[in-house]
């Protein structure tokens, strides 16, 4: 089974700060790659897939790269409304998916 | 708007049996893929099971041969039955679409619905 790590589990920002998160797989998975945002009390939102492309809607200040088993997510100039906790997923073993263990951004 | 509804959650005692439920108003359920995937109360995502639009499915080790996906594309339902139900079973159940010809990412999602198994 493939797992998925993401780091760190929390960072703290303030606005405008820029933020990466890192995911990394445990074999390789191309760009089989997804980036979530999630906030309290709400399903899940799609930011990126195949590892760098921005999902329709969402702010250009997200962006994803990486592929082999090392990925990132940044955000580029933090927006109060970017505080929330984001996920990778790995769709290579697909139909199976795995999910990161999440990372939360918090205010600083 | 495209928009999933997941019923069927409730509180269920240890080894009993829930059936969850995800509609929509007739495009993404009957014409795509779909998925359930669950979270624990305060932790990550957990992929739980899939299937394709013509019935083929799929299941995560923890809950093959108790949990079962079906479809009714008359009904644009997809269906999550679950027997044999355990405290680790205890989460909020999304249904969600994956996104077919594309890279297996789940674009739409339900809202979820709470299950707590418990004594």
């Known amino acids: 089974d493939i797992q998925m790590t993401q780091s760190p589990s929390s960072v703290s920002a303030s606005v405008g700060d820029r933020v990466t998160i890192t995911c990394r797989a445990s074999?390789?998975?191309?760009?089989?790659l997804a980036w979530y945002q999630q906030k309290p009390g709400k399903a899940p939102k799609l930011l990126i897939y195949?590892?760098?492309s921005l999902q329709s809607g969402v702010p250009s200040r997200f962006s994803g790269s990486g592929s082999g088993t090392h990925f990132t997510l940044t955000i580029s100039s933090l927006q109060p409304e970017d505080f929330a906790t984001y996920f990778c997923q790995q769709s290579n073993s697909f139909p199976l998916l795995t999910f990161g263990g999440g990372t939360k951004v918090e205010i600083k | 708007e495209i928009q999933l509804v997941a019923t069927g959650g409730g509180l269920i005692q240890p080894g009993g049996s829930l059936r969850l439920s995800c509609a929509d108003s007739?495009?993404?359920?009957?014409?795509?893929?779909m998925t359930w995937v669950r979270q624990a109360p305060g932790k990550g995502l957990e992929w739980v099971s899939f299937i394709y639009s013509g019935g083929t499915t799929y299941y995560a080790d923890s809950v093959k041969g108790r949990f079962t996906i079906s479809r009714d594309n008359s009904k644009n339902t997809v269906y999550l039955q679950m027997n044999s139900l355990g405290a680790e079973d205890t989460a909020i159940y999304y249904c969600?679409?994956?996104?077919?010809?594309?890279?297996?990412?789940?674009?739409?999602w339900g809202q979820g619905t709470l299950v707590t198994v418990s004594s």
């Open positions: 074999q390789g998975i191309s760009r089989w």
């Open positions: 007739g495009f993404i359920v009957s014409n795509n893929d």
């Open positions: 969600a679409r994956v996104r077919s010809g594309s890279y297996g990412e789940v674009d739409y």
């Open positions: 195949a590892a760098s």
